[in-house]
């Protein structure tokens, strides 16, 4: 089957089964709805009765869209079966891939409305409140319909994937699918948790303005309940997908530990649990800083257990999640190799250190343009100055507990194994994104704090220059801080990475010796059949050439083996 076939083929198959799930929907929810009238709505739920229109329109929907799904896929079916290359190249195609991944999401995030809006009802009615909105027998319906389609094509890729070792787009679609439904699965559940007690902890400490009726909490309540139950159906099964995969990876051929969407995975898992918490606990210190400072918002102790102590007790899901998951992923490492392992933690300590020195730069920049505002006598030393520099300061303290033990970790490890740590993508990006975030705040304050100052000496009037430039220049002074010191680093891992020359090189039929002066040394041969090069890897004293070794493993193209000598 050739692409402009297959495309064709595929394209038709979705967008047929898309109006068939139309016309199924709408007769289903016609039975549902017609069933609930004839019950007293007290079971599914109730609503006026649904015109000849409507049903018209499902039968026609279904009319057409079944027979030309159906002859599609049959022929799309006949594309795949088989052992031939024909069939093959199906499987292993990207497009198919694409087309199964489009249709399970699209069918997923449906039924996963359907499921929160159904369970919302269903605990609004357990508790007592108005649900209101749409009929449930439509929340059923959709369910009803959007399952079956996200179950088989789920269900058809996981074949595909242990009948055929996929590779390239074919298998990363199918693995983003996943990763990308499990964190959205964690978000719902964590999210969710996190409101809960949220909700919970206004209601315990009852200060007056938090619902207009004593039973405002049940409202909010029932959706974050809907919310867990919710993510935590889609986090589970993702998460038990994935585990299927690693469990599988002789079958599927390949370790799903390895792949970057795993990785990256964890690390967003990592950076949402880092930043929600973060911005918890600086919310805490601001709070905790005004009550001292005497211009908080209030002085009972509700308000101050609402304002302080709530924040940090709210994050706790979230702490919780990036935590297991970091502790997951280490473990996950070990098992692998010291490499793995290393890789791991590297990317987890630059992942702090960025959230960290994110809440450094935000917190000086505001804390230090405050400041010439008050020398400038620009602004007034009075409360409000007060209220807003006990922010900025809780945002300095998260900031420099974050990022000062990251970045020592980090430094530390990149004197102890230069030739590793100088060189990795994580490292590399790190400081690449830190010169280009702080270039990027840099070059627009810095260009609006010149255009005032030629503005101002041309004759132009306006607002006073004080008022005007204290925040850009302020921007300026700590984005060239951070740029100047990130940009040192990257240049001399730049300039490290220059390719040495070898001092001996000696080739003789099929086989070649290479050697790279300093000690310690380790020999390392790679073979194939018929072919073999070896190798005399050295480095500088305290180099860990088995991990050098190990991660030189991993790169390595297929049928290539590296051997210790």
Same mark, same amino acid.
Do not use: C
């Given at each position: 089957?050739?692409?402009?076939?297959?495309?064709?083929?595929?394209?038709?198959?979705?967008?047929?089964?898309?109006?068939?799930?139309?016309?199924?929907?709408?007769?289903?929810?016609?039975?549902?709805?017609?069933?609930?009238?004839?019950?007293?709505?007290?079971?599914?739920?109730?609503?006026?009765?649904?015109?000849?229109?409507?049903?018209?329109?499902?039968?026609?929907?279904?009319?057409?869209?079944?027979?030309?799904?159906? !002859?599609?896929?049959?022929?799309?079916?006949? =594309?795949?079966?088989?052992?031939?290359?024909?069939?093959?190249?199906?499987?292993?195609?990207?497009?198919?891939?694409?087309?199964? =991944?489009? !249709?399970?999401?699209?069918?997923?995030?449906?039924?996963?409305?359907?499921?929160?809006? /159904?369970?919302?009802?269903?605990?609004?009615?357990?508790?007592?409140?108005?649900?209101?909105?749409?009929?449930?027998?439509?929340?059923?319906?959709?369910?009803?319909?959007?399952?079956?389609?996200?179950?088989?094509?789920?269900?058809?890729?996981?074949?595909?994937?242990?009948?055929?070792?996929?590779?390239?787009?074919?298998?990363?679609?199918?693995?983003?699918?996943?990763?990308?439904?499990?964190?959205?699965?964690?978000?719902?559940?964590?999210?969710?948790?996190? +409101?809960?007690?949220?909700? *919970?902890?206004?209601?315990?400490?009852?200060? @007056?303005?938090?619902?207009? =009726?004593?039973?405002?909490?049940?409202?909010?309540?029932?959706?974050?309940?809907?919310?867990?139950?919710?993510?935590?159906?889609?986090?589970?099964?993702?998460?038990?997908?994935?585990?299927?995969?690693?469990?599988?990876?002789?079958?599927?051929?390949?370790?799903?530990?390895?792949?970057?969407?795993?990785?990256?995975?964890?690390?967003?898992?990592? /950076?949402?649990?880092?930043?929600?918490?973060?911005?918890?606990?600086?919310?805490?210190?601001?709070?905790?800083?005004?009550?001292?400072?005497?211009?908080?918002?209030?002085?009972?102790?509700?308000?101050?257990?609402?304002?302080?102590?709530?924040?940090?007790?709210?994050?706790?899901?979230?702490?919780?999640?990036?935590?297991?998951?970091?502790?997951?992923?280490?473990? @996950?490492?070990?098992?692998?190799?010291?490499?793995?392992?290393?890789?791991?933690?590297?990317?987890?300590?630059?992942?702090?250190?960025?959230?960290?020195?994110?809440?450094?730069?935000?917190?000086?920049?505001?804390?230090? =343009?405050?400041?010439?505002?008050?020398?400038?006598?620009?602004?007034?030393?009075?409360?409000?100055?007060?209220?807003?520099?006990?922010?900025?300061?809780?945002?300095?303290?998260?900031?420099?507990?974050?990022?000062?033990?990251?970045?020592?970790?980090?430094?530390?490890?990149? &004197?102890?194994?230069?030739?590793? @740590?100088?060189?990795?993508?994580?490292?590399?990006?790190?400081?690449?994104?830190?010169?280009?975030?702080?270039?990027?705040?840099?070059?627009?304050?810095?260009?609006?704090?010149?255009?005032?100052?030629?503005?101002?000496? *041309?004759?132009?009037?306006?607002?006073?220059?004080?008022?005007?430039?204290?925040?850009?220049?302020?921007?300026?002074?700590?984005?060239?801080?951070?740029? &100047?010191?990130?940009?040192?680093?990257?240049?001399?891992?730049?300039?490290?990475?220059?390719?040495? +020359?070898?001092?001996?090189?000696?080739?003789?039929?099929?086989?070649?010796? !290479?050697?790279?002066?300093?000690?310690?040394?380790?020999?390392?041969?790679?073979?194939?059949?018929?072919?073999?090069?070896?190798?005399?890897?050295?480095?500088?004293?305290?180099?860990?050439? @088995?991990? !050098?070794?190990?991660?030189?493993?991993?790169?390595?193209?297929?049928?290539?083996?590296?051997?210790?000598?």
């Amino acid at each position: 089957m050739d692409i402009a076939k297959r495309l064709y083929l595929y394209v038709v198959s979705a967008v047929s089964l898309l109006v068939l799930s139309i016309g199924l929907y709408n007769l289903v929810a016609v039975v549902l709805g017609e069933l609930a009238d004839a019950l007293g709505a007290s079971i599914i739920g109730g609503g006026g009765s649904t015109g000849r229109e409507q049903v018209s329109l499902a039968i026609a929907l279904v009319a057409v869209g079944s027979p030309v799904f159906a !002859v599609h896929w049959l022929l799309v079916g006949r =594309g795949w079966r088989g052992s031939d290359d024909t069939a093959r190249n199906d499987r292993h195609s990207a497009i198919r891939a694409l087309h199964l =991944g489009l !249709v399970g999401t699209v069918a997923l995030a449906f039924g996963a409305y359907a499921a929160l809006e /159904l369970l919302d009802y269903v605990f609004g009615t357990l508790l007592g409140t108005d649900p209101g909105g749409a009929r449930p027998s439509d929340h059923v319906a959709l369910l009803l319909v959007a399952a079956p389609v996200w179950w088989y094509h789920q269900r058809r890729r996981s074949i595909d994937l242990r009948h055929d070792r996929l590779s390239r787009a074919a298998a990363w679609i199918t693995r983003l699918q996943r990763y990308a439904w499990a964190f959205v699965g964690l978000v719902l559940l964590v999210g969710g948790v996190s +409101q809960v007690i949220e909700t *919970l902890l206004s209601v315990l400490i009852g200060r @007056e303005g938090f619902g207009g =009726g004593a039973d405002w909490w049940l409202v909010p309540l029932t959706w974050s309940l809907a919310t867990v139950v919710v993510g935590a159906g889609l986090f589970w099964f993702q998460a038990d997908d994935a585990r299927r995969a690693v469990s599988d990876a002789e079958t599927v051929g390949e370790d799903d530990r390895a792949s970057a969407l795993r990785a990256t995975y964890f690390g967003a898992v990592i /950076l949402v649990a880092l930043s929600n918490v973060g911005v918890t606990v600086a919310s805490s210190l601001a709070e905790l800083g005004r009550w001292v400072l005497g211009v908080s918002d209030g002085t009972d102790t509700s308000a101050f257990l609402e304002l302080v102590v709530g924040p940090p007790l709210v994050a706790i899901p979230f702490a919780i999640a990036g935590w297991l998951h970091w502790a997951a992923w280490r473990r @996950e490492g070990a098992g692998r190799s010291p490499v793995a392992l290393a890789a791991v933690e590297r990317l987890a300590l630059h992942l702090t250190a960025a959230v960290g020195i994110i809440f450094l730069a935000v917190g000086t920049a505001q804390l230090l =343009g405050r400041l010439f505002e008050v020398a400038l006598a620009v602004a007034a030393d009075n409360d409000f100055l007060r209220f807003e520099l006990a922010w900025f300061v809780a945002q300095i303290v998260v900031g420099a507990v974050l990022w000062i033990p990251a970045w020592t970790l980090v430094m530390r490890r990149r &004197l102890a194994t230069p030739i590793t @740590e100088r060189h990795v993508t994580a490292g590399r990006a790190y400081l690449y994104l830190a010169v280009g975030a702080a270039l990027i705040a840099a070059v627009p304050s810095a260009a609006f704090s010149l255009y005032r100052v030629v503005d101002t000496l *041309l004759g132009g009037r306006g607002v006073a220059l004080g008022s005007d430039l204290s925040i850009p220049i302020a921007v300026v002074i700590v984005a060239s801080v951070i740029a &100047l010191y990130h940009a040192r680093l990257l240049l001399s891992d730049l300039r490290s990475a220059a390719p040495a +020359q070898p001092s001996a090189v000696a080739v003789a039929g099929a086989s070649a010796i !290479v050697e790279v002066a300093a000690q310690p040394s380790a020999v390392v041969t790679a073979t194939v059949p018929g072919v073999s090069l070896a190798l005399t890897l050295r480095g500088p004293a305290g180099t860990d050439l @088995e991990s !050098v070794a190990d991660a030189l493993r991993e790169h390595l193209p297929p049928g290539l083996v590296l051997e210790d000598h």
